[in-house]
């Protein structure tokens, strides 16, 4: 750990690993194979990069876009890191250099895509000393995950084709069952698996009923005024959807880019480009946009049409605030959209697990209890405490101790050895006689009819707290069955008491005067400013970092790269905190590795001296 943190400080700037890096690293530079999931942002790419520099010969990463492969190679290369991209939007002359040098030993890390691998696998095996093989985007290769590519199903060739070469497989989204998957379809040996936390505290989370296209305008326009030399995301359903939204944020006289797949190469590069460079503060995009896009200072993201699943809505929120300083996240909820997205579902290769995904993105749409609680307990990680940085926390619905209610649904489940779905369980709780039931035996269980008390609809309101609240998991691949997860044990046993918001049946309760809108209150209430630590920084420090912004912007345009392959805002708040006046005291700034402290330090350093306040 001791050469692995050498090169950290060396190359990155950094003086420890993120929870999990060192972890992976170890095993990787050992030679076993591992499993990596991590948030977007959470470092993933250090868990490949450092073994490549540490371990002899050279590292294959499988990209999926080249778009992103770039930006990688751009970034290594800035820390002074060979790298190259092998990608069909160069000439094959650079293709076949970059492929001799790495035979030569003179390149560590070759980005290349699973199309491109398979085409070049006898070639690479014969030259190059392989030191690492990572997959990036390894959700890809599930058939459960949200975005299953078909190509990636080819890759479970390699370990037979390099048996001694250790293997990470990396994604930032991935259910239980896809990463079962994932080790399985790659032919993993034993692999060292490191499952990240997906809280991201940082980011503040809500969920507006659709306010119609004027106030979602009025909404978005507050949040670029707010972050007016910052960048966001709006993800829309569709192409017209995108240019509409666009047309609207020009018109509203802001500098804002499209970005869909009705668009050429060459116009969607452009837009990407302008966006990472910060030459516009949003873009307006479908789902193709963001992969992997490491810029820092995106400071919300808004959803004008709600997602396919919980994975990709996970994914794209992450794209805000990556840095881990204050950013925030809101989804527009139209019912329309649900119908939308069920036709595209029907034309999907998976529509039944698809379906029941997209069942879960509308409960957590107009779920009422913690929704940070929700996210983490799909992706199977545990959580008591609300999060008090969502709507549903900041406007909380009224609660009572649900801790026996929850034991008669636990205990139903319980009893039917986790064998049925939401329907079964609520009738056994309500005393049905209907005949599959009956036949079953399960009139003579001791929690049959325990539940007679309350309607249907609030037992399915219920449950389905219980599911957000993570008592209880989904079996997406035996029938959707319920099963009690560690918690729900925990409940059953009374060892653990758990509140749940009170059921109003909205088929009969009368609205109560004013409640139009009331998602929406406290609106900006939390997630402006830096200092993800310490809270707001005060108007002198603003003023610092806004001069630091455009420093950093000349430096960029000047090189002709991204503004964050400079610094990250993360980096550039650490230099508001510290002021360092000289390239020693500049050393010392959260990111700023050997090669970068020589190339930008004096600049940096002569704006902080010359900064009057």
Known sequence: MDAALGLLRKYYGYSSFRPGQGEVIANAAAGRDTLVLMPTGGGKSLCYQIPALMLP????????????????????????????????????????????????????????????????????????????????????????????RPVYTELSSLKSRLPDVPMMALTATADRLTRQDIAGALGLVDPFAWIGSFDRPNLSIQVFNDPGKAKRVQIISRLIERYHSDSGIVYCLSRKKTEDMHRALEQAGYRSVCYHA???????????????????????????????????????????????????????????????MPAETILFYNYGDVIMRRQFVDDSGQPEINNEKLDFMQRYA?????????????FSEESVTDCGNCDNCRNPREKFDGTVLAQKVLSA?????????????????????????????????????????????????????????????????????????????RVVKGQQRIELAVFVDTAFAAKKPGA?????????????????????????????????????????????????????????????????????AFSQINGAGEKKTARYGEAFVNAIRNFKG
Not at 366 to 378: D, G, H, K, N, W
């Open 413 to 489: 489940v319980i009893r039917v050895n986790a064998r049925e779905g939401i329907s079964m369980i609520i009738d056994i709780l309500r005393a049905s006689y209907r005949q599959d039931l009956v036949q079953r035996g399960y009139d003579r269980l001791k929690t049959y009819g325990v539940g007679r008390d309350l309607s249907s609809r609030a037992w399915h309101s219920y449950i389905l707290q219980m599911i957000q609240l993570g008592l209880l998991e989904v079996a997406y691949d035996d029938n959707f069955h319920l099963r009690p997860t560690a918690l729900g044990m």
């Open 262 to 324: 009705g668009m050429t190469p060459r116009e969607r590069e452009m837009a990407q480009r302008a966006f990472v460079n910060g030459d516009v503060q949003v873009v307006c995009a479908t789902i193709a946009f963001g992969m992997g896009i490491d810029k820092s200072n995106i400071r919300w993201v808004v959803h004008n049409n709600i997602p396919g699943n919980i994975e990709s809505y996970y994914q794209e929120i992450g794209r805000a605030g990556r840095d881990g």
């Open 366 to 378: 107009e779920a009422t209890v913690c929704r940070r609680r929700i996210l983490l307990s799909y």
């Open 57 to 148: 010969g050279c590292a294959i990463v499988v990209s999926p876009l080249i778009a992103l492969m770039i930006d990688q190679v751009t970034a290594l290369r800035a820390n002074g890191i060979p790298a190259v991209a092998i990608h069909s939007n160069q000439d094959e002359r650079v293709n076949r250099e970059y492929l001799y040098d790495a035979s030569q030993g003179r390149v560590k890390l070759i980005y290349i895509s699973p199309e491109r691998l398979m085409i070049e696998l006898e070639n690479i095996v014969a030259s190059v000393n392989v030191s690492l093989i990572a997959i990036d985007e390894a959700h890809c290769i599930s058939q459960w995950g949200h975005d299953f």
């Open 516 to 584: 139009k809108g009331k998602a929406g209150a406290g609106y900006g209430a939390k997630g402006a400013g830096y200092g993800a630590a310490g809270g707001t920084l005060f108007s002198n420090d603003e003023k610092l970092m806004e001069v630091l912004k455009r420093v950093r912007k000349e430096l960029a345009d000047r090189e002709k790269i991204a503004a964050y392959m400079v610094f990250h805002d993360s980096a550039l708040a650490d230099m508001v905190a510290k002021r360092p006046q000289d390239i020693v």
